[in-house]
């Protein structure tokens, strides 16, 4: 089921239940048409989420997008403010163009040109809810690759996706809550620092063939998995590349927070 027919379905549903309680109240059932009202309207709500992540909705070809201009900045930093709900974050801007995300109610995106740096922030809603988020439920947003990035994102309960293998990506900071996500930092960067402050969540990090890797863990970090082929362990919580040092292309992983597990190779 799309999510407009979600939309229908769900207001369809809630309109008859006010008219049952008005109806109610017409029979001398009840007074008070609001506390009848109120539970049944949380209860379908509810169901309404439960419903969504049951039964995802059907991917949509030719989702209407939104497009920010470039307008000739020699750099762009990013700021994402989800509210939950599974999100993408990509390659693949438009020629010219800064971001390019899939539109829908609850998607606002604003940008201002600061000397040679574009600031760009986007605001998601929450794509699990009937009402809100794109055709398919998936935010998605895909970022330019012709200058360098910076990104910031903060998320609630949340299905997350960072692929950033094919961005110019200098520094990334991921706050989430409650959250399944999945990482791949910068392939062709000379240094990349991405930075993850995460509630109890799960994460796997795929650092791409060939690139060097510093990866820094908070104690109180219950399971990891830490491929030992690559990252040796170093001190308390520090894990390397043997050739960091040397490597043409590196990325330094900050992890910190309650993250419930870790898998990094």
Request: hydrophobic share 45%.
């Given at each position: 089921m799309?999510?407009?027919?979600r939309?229908?379905?769900?207001?369809?549903?809630?309109?008859?239940?006010?008219?049952?309680?008005?109806l109610l109240?017409?029979l001398?059932?009840?007074?008070?048409?609001?506390?009848?009202?109120w539970?049944?309207?949380?209860?379908?709500?509810?169901?309404?989420?439960?419903?969504?992540?049951?039964?995802p909705?059907?991917?949509?070809?030719?989702?209407?997008?939104?497009?920010?201009?470039?307008?000739?900045?020699?750099?762009?930093?990013?700021?994402?403010?989800?509210?939950g709900g599974?999100?993408?974050v990509?390659?693949?801007?438009?020629?010219?163009?800064?971001l390019?995300?899939?539109?829908?109610?609850?998607?606002?995106?604003?940008?201002?040109l600061?000397?040679?740096?574009?600031?760009?922030?986007?605001?998601?809603?929450?794509?699990?809810?009937?009402?809100?988020?794109?055709?398919?439920?998936?935010?998605r947003?895909?970022?330019?690759?012709?200058?360098?990035?910076?990104?910031?994102?903060?998320?609630?309960?949340?299905?997350?996706m960072?692929?950033?293998q094919?961005?110019?990506?200098?520094?990334?900071?991921?706050?989430?809550?409650?959250?399944?996500?999945?990482?791949?930092?910068?392939a062709?960067?000379?240094?990349?620092?991405?930075d993850?402050?995460a509630?109890?969540?799960?994460?796997?990090?795929?650092?791409?063939?060939?690139?060097?890797?510093?990866?820094?863990?908070?104690?109180?970090?219950?399971a990891?998995?830490?491929?030992?082929?690559?990252?040796?362990?170093?001190?308390?919580?520090l894990?390397?590349?043997?050739n960091?040092?040397?490597?043409?292309?590196?990325?330094?992983?900050q992890?910190?927070?309650?993250i419930?597990s870790v898998?990094?190779?």
């Amino acid at each position: 089921m799309s999510s407009p027919q979600r939309w229908l379905l769900f207001w369809g549903v809630v309109l008859i239940w006010l008219a049952l309680c008005f109806l109610l109240r017409a029979l001398e059932v009840t007074r008070d048409v609001l506390g009848v009202f109120w539970p049944g309207f949380l209860l379908l709500a509810g169901a309404g989420l439960l419903i969504s992540a049951l039964v995802p909705a059907r991917p949509v070809v030719g989702e209407e997008t939104i497009t920010v201009d470039l307008q000739g900045a020699r750099q762009v930093s990013v700021d994402i403010e989800h509210g939950g709900g599974p999100i993408e974050v990509t390659s693949g801007a438009s020629p010219g163009a800064a971001l390019t995300a899939s539109r829908g109610i609850g998607m606002k995106a604003s940008s201002h040109l600061e000397g040679d740096r574009l600031a760009v922030k986007v605001e998601c809603g929450l794509s699990f809810l009937p009402v809100l988020g794109p055709e398919s439920g998936v935010w998605r947003l895909r970022l330019t690759d012709e200058v360098p990035l910076t990104l910031s994102m903060e998320s609630v309960a949340s299905q997350i996706m960072l692929d950033l293998q094919n961005l110019p990506v200098t520094y990334c900071k991921l706050e989430a809550g409650a959250s399944s996500i999945t990482l791949i930092p910068p392939a062709r960067m000379a240094n990349a620092l991405l930075d993850v402050e995460a509630g109890v969540a799960v994460l796997s990090v795929r650092i791409p063939e060939g690139i060097a890797a510093r990866i820094r863990l908070e104690d109180g970090l219950t399971a990891r998995t830490i491929d030992p082929n690559r990252f040796l362990p170093v001190a308390r919580g520090l894990y390397q590349s043997p050739n960091y040092d040397q490597a043409a292309h590196r990325v330094e992983l900050q992890l910190g927070g309650g993250i419930g597990s870790v898998h990094i190779h």
